[in-house]
């Protein structure tokens, strides 16, 4: 029975990444398949998820031309005049943009004292520094995952009650979203050193 359950801990993670990488495939591919098997005629199982990785490198393309980049200025300007939608395009734009454009916010994971008494901290990341806007002084802001879940909660918090720690942010996120099972390969990041 020992050795059915090491099978199962070994086979059910692989298992599940492979099921929801499959399960999005079909659904971008099925999607894509409606609107193309009328202008193009029956096609193969792929083609529609290939089409949009095509489409995908070629609008990432056109978008850093100097015709795309002030047709998204245009674009930008023009949402942030609508109400409701102005936020939440300019939230999951700031969103994508920390996460995968070239200024990365999830880039500086810092352990944070929520209570000096019982000596308690967490772990997130640091995303802004400067919070003169908001009126605040001496204070950050520093963004908590949540353990088994896609979420979060931004907390502005006493500079000095944040230590900058030396690891690599991809795994301090997977330690957080695991619950803190997924464990660390132990290595520093060279150069970094606590607040």
């Not at 929801?20 to 998820?49: A, C, M, Q, V």
């Amino acid at each position: 029975m020992r050795y059915f359950f090491q099978g199962l801990l070994f086979i059910a993670p692989l298992a599940v990444t492979a099921l929801i990488l499959y399960s999005l495939f079909l659904f971008i591919d099925n999607l894509l398949r409606d609107i193309l098997e009328p202008i193009f005629g029956k096609i193969t199982t792929g083609i529609g998820f290939l089409m949009m990785i095509l489409a995908l490198i070629l609008i990432g393309y056109f978008a850093q031309t100097f015709i795309g980049k002030p047709f998204k200025a245009w674009f930008d300007r023009l949402l942030s005049k609508i109400p409701v939608l102005n936020i939440l395009y300019s939230a999951f734009s700031d969103l994508f943009t920390s996460i995968l454009g070239t200024e990365k916010k999830f880039n500086r994971p810092v352990l944070v004292m929520v209570n000096p008494d019982a000596n308690l901290e967490k772990l997130g990341f640091l995303t802004e520094e400067d919070l003169s806007f908001l009126g605040e002084k001496d204070k950050v802001a520093v963004y908590f995952p949540h353990s088994y879940n896609f979420s979060g909660e931004l907390f502005i918090v006493p500079s000095h009650q944040v230590r900058v720690v030396a690891l690599h942010s991809a795994d301090v996120m997977k330690f957080i979203v695991s619950g803190g099972v997924s464990g660390f390969a132990h290595k520093k990041i060279a150069g970094k050193s606590g607040k």
